[in-house]
């Protein structure tokens, strides 16, 4: 089984990326019948790749949530936020055991509080009268503290990459794939090639035009010109669509909206631009901290809003774009604004500035000073936020690539914070 291990680990986190996303796109359109159907199509397939590599949680924990998908597909059971939480709690625990199986399966998980979960679910929808609309205790449902927020956006299952090939288990899956999966060690060494070509063709260009040999010029023109492709497709294998960081933050925004009591849309767009694979890591860090820091700080409290005339659902959008040589990454919020006599005020506390300077200084230049270590606006300490981290880690960590952050803001109206990476050789962030 150890031959097929990598490939299994590949196609599971697929598929429970696939169920993921269809659940929280369920919840939005609960009489979708399509997307039931996903969810349960990437379930069952999870589940008979889990049994044939004999790895019974992770067989057992999809058996009982395709047991819940499938009375929902035939409408005994009533897709409700608390049926959809249930099952978000279950791609938790898949998540938790795909990694365990990654690192070796040495820690040993408990599942038996999910599996009551989806069999109480499955017996309240099927039981005379029976409904999901009675909450689940609060108990059961799934908090994320600071540090496991964190960790539930940015935390990966990467085992080595290999080329995708067919076997006995994943056929079906496999057979009209056009892509592979290379190793990262090998694609390294392919760029380093590059490199060094790229360096030596100066050479035999100025050692073909000292021989004066008119031929021997076409050839060595020939291998300039492969060698320069040669670059320019390396670069192309090492990109991958920003969308790889994107969908991990849907469930943690809506986790996170929930356990504070926010009603919040997130709108996600431009996922097919494409970024270096070595960045996409290191740029989920400052969007997690920004969509925290906008659902906690930015967008207000359902009732807050109705008062202000605004609608009760908050709008956080998250987007990408490419323009002239720059990558853009906007975090925009629809909410109280950032306020500016408080930056001014714990500006001046902080002697980060005079108070002279700090009327002077344009929103721009003043909402900069957030970005400050251990600078805060907040009132008090939440799981959260609020501890005056943050924003400082973003800057740092935008300007390791090279890259700078603005912010604007309108009382009353929300805020944006844009990322501005550069493109090409000129960036550390190497992004295209």
Same mark, same amino acid.
């Given at each position: ?16 990326? %696939?169920? !993921? ?15 039931? /159907?996903?969810?349960? %199509? ?57 990694? $365990? ?31 999901? $609309?009675?909450? +689940? ?26 080329? %995708? +090939?067919?076997? =006995?288990?994943?056929? #079906? ?72 960081? @994107? ?15 926010? !009603? ?5 767009? &431009? ?14 860090? =400052? ?44 975090? /925009? ?15 001046? !506390? ?13 929103? #721009? ?28 880690? +973003?800057? !740092?960590?935008?300007?390791?690539? &090279? ?10 109206? &929300?805020?944006? @914070? ?6 090409? $050789? ?7």
């Amino acid at each position: 089984m150890n031959q097929y291990l990598d490939i299994f680990i590949e196609e599971s986190k697929e598929n429970i990326q %696939r169920i !993921n996303d269809h659940l929280l796109a369920l919840e939005k359109d609960p009489f979708s019948l399509n997307r039931i /159907t996903e969810v349960f %199509r990437a379930t069952h397939t999870l589940k008979g790749m889990a049994a044939a590599m004999e790895f019974q949680h992770l067989a057992i924990l999809t058996h009982s949530m395709e047991s819940v998908l499938d009375a929902m597909r035939s409408q005994a059971i009533l897709i409700t936020p608390q049926s959809i939480d249930v099952l978000l709690n279950a791609v938790n625990d898949l998540e938790s055991i795909l990694m $365990n199986i990654a690192e070796g399966g040495h820690r040993k998980l408990d599942i038996d509080a999910t599996l009551r979960q989806l069999e109480l679910i499955e017996q309240r929808g099927s039981s005379p009268g029976g409904s999901i $609309n009675e909450p +689940v205790s609060e108990s059961q449902t799934t908090s994320f503290p600071e540090n496991e927020f964190e960790a539930a956006a940015l935390e990966k299952i990467d085992p080595p990459e290999t080329t %995708r +090939v067919s076997g =006995p288990f994943f056929q #079906s899956q496999t057979k009209t794939d056009t892509s592979i999966r290379v190793k990262k060690d090998r694609l390294s060494k392919l760029s380093q090639v590059a490199d060094r070509l790229e360096r030596e063709k100066g050479k035999l260009n100025q050692i073909a035009e000292l021989t004066n040999d008119k031929e021997l010029q076409a050839v060595v023109e020939r291998v300039l010109t492969c060698s320069t492709e040669l670059k320019q497709l390396t670069s192309e294998l090492r990109k991958v669509p920003v969308g790889q960081v @994107f969908d991990r933050f849907p469930r943690m925004v809506r986790q996170l909206a929930r356990n504070l009591g926010k !009603n919040i849309k997130l709108e996600v767009s &431009g996922t097919e631009v494409e970024i270096d694979k070595s960045i996409t890591d290191t740029i989920g860090i =400052p969007i997690v901290h920004l969509l925290r820091n906008a659902i906690d700080h930015g967008i207000e409290q359902p009732e807050e809003r109705e008062r202000m005339g605004k609608k009760e659902e908050g709008t956080l959008t998250l987007r990408a774009y490419k323009e002239t040589s720059y990558i853009y990454i906007e975090i /925009t919020d629809d909410g109280a604004g950032i306020r500016r006599d408080e930056v001014v005020r714990k500006a001046i !506390n902080r002697d980060l500035v005079s108070e002279n300077e700090a009327y002077r200084m344009k929103d #721009s230049q003043l909402f900069h000073l957030m970005m400050s270590s251990g600078f805060s606006t907040a009132d008090k300490v939440s799981d959260v936020s609020g501890r005056g981290v943050g924003l400082d880690i +973003v800057k !740092n960590t935008i300007e390791s690539l &090279g890259g700078q952050i603005d912010i604007t803001s309108q009382m009353g109206v &929300g805020s944006t @914070f844009l990322i501005r990476l550069p493109l090409g $050789n000129e960036g550390k962030a190497a992004i295209t």
